[in-house]
C-alpha cells in the first residue's frame, strides 16, 4: 500500500525514508521542501532527486492532489471551494481581510456533535479526514489565490478535536518552517469542547490559538443547541481553557452565535458576563446564518446591539463579526450540503 507523503511530518518523513526506503537523512529536506515549499506533486518534477530515488518514490507512495469540482465567490470576496478527496468531498472557505487572508479548513466529512443550528451537525458523521486530506485543502486554495494565504483556522467541517492525531500532524506540517510555513500563532484551532480536547493541545507546547464555540454560558442553554455540551459541563471547560491561557500565554477566543429567541436576551448576556470573568478572553458575536430546514431565525438589529452594548464594557474585548460568504452558503454553520445525505457512504456531490 502506497505511503500518502502530504500524511507525514518532516520527523515521520525522514525515518520512512531511512528506515522503508533506506536513504540518507537528507533526503528527507530535500522532498518535504518539493511537497510543502514548492508544492509539486510530480515525482519526474523533482530535479534534485536522482532518477533512481524519484522511481523508487513512485511505486511507493502517493501525493494527495484534490480535483476541484466546484468554486463559487461571494460579493464580499469570500471564495467556497468543493473539493474531491480521496476519502470523499470537502467544503473550504477562503476569507480575505486584507492584509489578511484566511484559509478556513475542515477536518471531518460531517461531525458527530450534532449542533442543531449548524448544517454539518445535520449531515451526521461520515469519516475522519487524514492529516494529508487537511493539508490538501489549503494547497489547493493557495495554487488559485492571487494573494498569499495569511492564516489558517480549522473551523469548517467536523470537530478537530474528535479527529486529534490528524489535526495534530496537520497543525505541525502547515506551521514548518521548511514548508508553508504559516506561524503557529496564526493557526487557530476551534472547538465545542470535548473531554480531553484542550489539553491535547496544551500538550502540544505551541502557540496555536484557540476558539471554543461556547453560544451561551447558561449549561441547559448550551446543551440544547450542542448536545456534545452534555458530556462536559461549564465549569469543567472554563477550567481546561485557563490551563490553556495559563500555558500559553494567549486568550482564547469565545465564540458566540445569537439566535433569536434562544439565547439573545439579557439575562443570557449576563451569564457570559459572569462566565468569561478571569478568564482571558475575548468574545466573537456572530449572527446566525440561515440554514435550510431548520427553523431558527437572526435576532433584530435592537436586539443584537441590545447584547453586544450589555457585554462591553463588562468584558474586556467584545466584537460583532458579521458574517462573510452567506450568500454562497460559506458562513459559519452553513458547510456541510456535500455530506449532507445522511448514512449515504457514496458522499454524493451536488451540482
Given at each position: ?7 507525514l ?15 540518507k ?25 536522482s532518477?533512481k530515488?524519484r522511481?523508487?518514490l513512485?511505486?511507493t507512495?502517493?501525493i494527495?492532489v ?25 467544503e473550504?472557505v ?5 492584509p ?6 475542515s477536518t ?26 487537511i493539508?490538501?485543502q489549503?494547497?489547493a486554495?493557495?495554487?488559485t489565490?492571487?494573494s498569499r494565504i ?5 473551523m ?5 478535536m474528535?479527529n486529534?492525531d490528524?489535526?495534530?500532524n496537520?497543525?505541525?506540517?502547515i ?6 510555513c504559516?506561524?503557529q500563532?496564526?493557526?487557530?484551532v ?13 500538550d ?11 453560544h451561551?454560558?447558561?449549561q ?18 472554563k477550567?481546561?481553557m485557563?490551563?490553556y491561557?495559563?500555558?500559553t500565554?494567549?486568550r ?9 429567541g434562544i ?10 458576563v459572569?462566565?468569561s ?15 435550510p ?5 437572526r ?14 464594557p ?9 458574517s462573510r ?27
Amino acid at each position: 500500500m502506497a505511503v500518502e507523503l502530504l500524511e507525514l511530518t518532516f520527523d515521520q518523513l525522514q525515518n520512512w525514508l531511512v528506515e522503508d526506503l533506506h536513504q540518507k537523512p537528507f533526503r528527507a529536506k530535500q522532498l518535504f521542501k518539493w511537497l510543502h515549499f514548492k508544492r509539486i506533486s510530480s515525482f519526474d518534477a523533482m530535479t534534485n532527486l536522482s532518477l533512481k530515488f524519484r522511481n523508487q518514490l513512485k511505486s511507493t507512495a502517493g501525493i494527495t492532489v484534490p480535483e476541484q469540482v466546484n468554486k463559487v465567490e461571494s460579493p464580499d470576496g469570500t471564495v467556497k471551494y468543493l473539493l474531491q478527496l480521496p476519502s470523499g468531498p470537502a467544503e473550504s472557505v477562503l476569507i480575505p481581510d486584507p492584509p489578511r487572508f484566511t484559509a478556513c479548513l475542515s477536518t471531518q466529512y460531517g461531525c458527530r456533535m450534532g449542533c442543531k443550528f449548524c448544517m454539518t451537525g445535520l449531515a451526521g458523521f461520515h469519516g475522519n479526514m487524514t492529516a494529508g486530506e487537511i493539508v490538501a485543502q489549503l494547497y489547493a486554495m493557495s495554487e488559485t489565490s492571487a494573494s498569499r494565504i495569511s492564516n489558517v483556522v480549522l473551523m469548517g467541517m467536523g470537530e478537530p478535536m474528535d479527529n486529534w492525531d490528524a489535526v495534530a500532524n496537520a497543525l505541525e506540517i502547515i506551521s514548518d518552517s521548511r514548508g508553508i510555513c504559516i506561524g503557529q500563532r496564526k493557526i487557530t484551532v476551534s472547538t465545542v469542547g470535548i473531554p480531553g480536547g484542550i489539553r491535547k493541545l496544551v500538550d502540544m507546547e505551541k502557540q496555536y490559538g484557540l476558539a471554543v464555540s461556547l453560544h451561551s454560558a447558561v449549561q441547559r442553554t448550551r446543551e440544547m443547541l450542542v448536545p456534545a455540551a452534555k458530556a462536559i459541563n461549564l465549569a469543567e471547560l472554563k477550567r481546561d481553557m485557563l490551563e490553556y491561557t495559563g500555558t500559553t500565554g494567549r486568550r482564547v477566543t469565545l465564540e458566540y452565535c445569537l439566535i433569536q429567541g434562544i439565547n439573545d436576551s439579557l439575562e443570557e448576556a449576563e451569564a457570559l458576563v459572569q462566565y468569561s470573568k478571569e478568564l482571558p478572553c475575548k468574545i466573537n458575536l456572530l449572527v446566525y446564518n440561515s440554514v435550510p430546514g431548520l427553523e431558527w431565525e437572526r435576532p433584530s438589529e435592537e436586539s443584537i446591539k441590545r447584547f453586544t452594548e450589555y457585554l462591553y464594557p463588562r468584558c474586556s474585548a467584545v466584537t460583532l463579526r458579521r458574517s462573510r460568504g452567506d450568500e454562497v452558503a460559506g458562513a459559519c454553520g452553513q458547510l456541510g450540503a456535500s455530506v449532507l445525505k445522511k448514512g449515504d457512504p457514496a458522499f454524493t456531490v451536488p451540482p
